[in-house]
């Protein structure tokens, strides 16, 4: 049987109600201190990984959580570390445009919502950390202010830290308060948030960095281009792992837990990635100035929500009798995952993409996955996990999906196939 990761005592215990205090680098991630004060609480020494079999095993016959454990992070070999870096010189222009383009956004439309008159960064750790960091970058490159940046958890099906969101309206205006994420895939983070933050004071709206899906009205760009930390885990996100809840180690006025991996720190491109960034905004910067004013004077309609990606997702899962939206990852972000992380089944790529699916077309043959070039995509691609591996499959609450929703698949996926081994093209 399947048994979860050893537990331990995270902290010494505080007085009923008492809040805790952020969490900073370098004791707590490899970002400078004045980057990021993460509302977390130190679960470093804590048993918590499993490997990948194992996680599905306890999800699936258990009913576990997908927060209640982590997947272990490997240090990245060179193969994938030249592919982050390939990347992000390609893309560094683009992302500090639209780093640039959704701050200016901000700052015009929420700056002066409040009697502080100040905006406040709340990222959503991890993947929307180093954003947060850009943009607070911006903010004091473009207009020498210093905007407060925090990192808070989120956890689908669980909703918002709620001790996250005391510590910010204890310490700040709740109007000021923007969540911050790195790009959006389906919108399920999206509605998360909408529904966690609903009756709590805080403005539901996600400022995003790149909104392929159309599930916010706040974005840099809703270009579907790869962002470079997608490719990477702990090691471009300050050593900091994904988010943890489990009651025996997060009590009711305990932040959501996370680990920093001081040992992979000879691997850590945290710091490069926003250099290298905020190296471009200088060049930028005439640009995104105007992006963000057309996006300031657009009609509402024209920045409004579509969930056209959200739609697109339920088309391809009924077509490709996948049964589950859960198996289907929108957005050249998500693939790229997909094809270095999961058991892919195929790509479906937007015909004449061009070369911002070059990396995707390389690991795809690399692991012998066939490339399907489509219509009427509103992702530059799409990362099908093949349907016969859906034992650790999440639904929306987290836990393992139902046996109706991946019925469909299992029934597919009989007929198909067994993927090819990574490697292997044939």
């Not at 406040?120 to 473009?142: E, N």
């Not at 974005?219 to 962002?227: A, K, S, W």
């Not at 471009?280 to 509402?300: C, N």
Request: glycine residues 10%; aromatic residues 6%; charged residues 20%.
């Amino acid at each position: 049987m399947t048994t979860m990761p050893s537990t331990a005592v995270p902290a010494q215990p505080r007085a009923a109600g008492v809040l805790p205090g952020p969490l900073h680098g370098p004791q707590f991630s490899s970002y400078a201190a004045h980057e990021v004060s993460w509302l977390l609480t130190d679960l470093s020494d804590v048993p918590l990984e499993a490997p990948t079999e194992e996680r599905e095993e306890a999800i699936q016959s258990g009913g576990a959580h997908y927060a209640e454990m982590l997947p272990v992070e490997y240090q990245p070999s060179p193969d994938y570390q030249e592919l982050f870096h390939q990347a992000l010189r390609a893309s560094a222009p683009r992302i500090a445009r639209a780093v640039g383009a959704v701050t200016e956004t901000l700052l015009a439309e929420r700056g002066t919502r409040s009697d502080s008159g100040g905006v406040v960064l709340a990222s959503l750790a991890r993947a929307g950390t180093p954003v947060g960091v850009l943009m607070r970058r911006w903010a004091a490159y473009a207009h020498g202010v210093d905007l407060p940046h925090y990192a808070v958890s989120i956890v689908r099906g669980r909703g918002i830290d709620p001790v996250a969101l005391r510590y910010l309206a204890a310490h700040h205006d709740p109007l000021d308060v923007v969540f911050v994420d790195g790009w959006t895939g389906k919108g399920a983070i999206t509605r998360e948030l909408h529904d966690a933050l609903d009756g709590t004071g805080f403005d539901p709206g996600l400022a995003v960095l790149a909104d392929p899906g159309r599930c916010v009205s706040t974005y840099g760009t809703r270009e579907d281009f790869l962002i470079p930390s997608a490719c990477l885990n702990s090691t471009v996100s300050g050593l900091v792992s994904r988010t943890v809840l489990r009651t025996d180690l997060i009590g009711p006025d305990d932040f959501h837990g996370a680990k920093y991996y001081r040992e992979l720190a000879a691997a850590d491109v945290s710091r490069a990635f926003l250099d290298t960034v905020a190296d471009h905004f200088p060049a930028v910067r005439d640009d995104a100035v105007r992006d963000a004013a057309d996006l300031v004077e657009a009609d509402p309609a024209d920045r409004a929500p579509t969930w056209e990606g959200w739609a697109a997702v339920e088309r391809i899962s009924e077509e490709y009798g996948i049964g589950s939206v859960n198996l289907v990852k929108p957005g050249v972000g998500e693939t790229t995952r997909v094809l270095l992380r999961r058991v892919p089944w195929r790509v479906l790529a937007r015909r004449g993409a061009g070369s911002d699916l070059d990396h995707v077309r390389l690991l795809a043959a690399q692991r012998g996955v066939p490339v399907e070039e489509v219509d009427d995509l509103p992702y530059s691609c799409v990362g099908l996990i093949h349907p016969r591996y859906t034992r650790g499959a999440t639904g929306d609450d987290g836990t393992a999906a139902t046996a109706t929703a991946t019925a469909g698949a299992t029934a597919t996926a009989t007929a198909l196939p067994a993927p090819a081994p990574a490697g292997d093209a044939r």
